[in-house]
Nanobody, 114 residues
Framework: QVQLVESGGGLVQAGGSLRLSCAAS????????MAWYRQAPGKQRELVAT???????TYADSVKGRFTISRDNAKNTMYLQMNNLKPEDTAVYYC????????WGQGTQVTVSS
């Protein structure tokens, strides 16, 4: 069980970049496969990227080549570097473990204008 707080979202134009942060409270952070999710208005929550305890990443096809997930286990913090943003990336972004076992935070809003 872990609590998570997302930050770093904002309003950007298409082609711009943002860096999201996820601060996790709990010593289990180091042991878990962590993930970024997003939920667009009227749609289900979707898995964006994962990263295991050793730093190995996976990505959804829709963001591969544009987003980079990373983690700092000593700081209990995870990041999502988002480059070449597209309007379809507009969503509330959440972090959790890959199974969604942590307490969902409020997320951080990412809005990409055309």
């Amino acid at each position: 069980q872990v609590q998570l707080v997302e930050s770093g979202g904002g309003l950007v134009q298409a082609g711009g970049s943002l860096r999201l942060s996820c601060a996790a409270s709990g010593s289990v952070f180091r042991l878990n496969v962590m993930a970024w999710y997003r939920q667009a208005p009227g749609k289900q929550r979707e898995l964006v990227a994962t990263i295991n305890s050793g730093g190995y990443p996976t990505y959804a096809d829709s963001v591969k080549g544009r987003f980079t997930i990373s983690r700092d286990n000593a700081k209990n913090t995870m990041y999502l570097q988002m480059n070449n943003l597209k309007p379809e990336d507009t969503a509330v972004y959440y972090c959790n473990d890959v199974a969604g076992r942590g307490n969902w935070g409020q997320g951080t809003q990412v809005t990409v204008s055309s």
